[in-house]
């Protein structure tokens, strides 16, 4: 592996992360009325917010309205 595609897998990995945070924020402040039922503390949402950023693809899809599977039937 060349020094240029390590400095490209990781400046995808940091533009990753970075759009996750951006996401997992957004989520734990004003989603959460979406993706949970009931009153979420702030120590809940904080305690997430790795879970959310990893995996913002999905929370937004989920914001966005979209059931899983097992929900659609």
Do not use: C, N, S
């Amino acid at each position: 592996m060349t020094q240029a595609m390590a400095e490209a897998v990781w400046l995808g990995l940091a533009g990753y992360l970075g759009l996750g945070l951006v996401a997992g924020l957004g989520a734990a402040v004003f989603g959460m009325k979406r993706l949970a039922t009931g009153h979420v503390p702030w120590r809940v949402r904080l305690v997430i917010l790795p879970g959310l950023a990893a995996l913002w693809p999905l929370v937004l899809l989920r914001l966005a309205g979209v059931k899983p599977a097992e929900d659609r039937a």
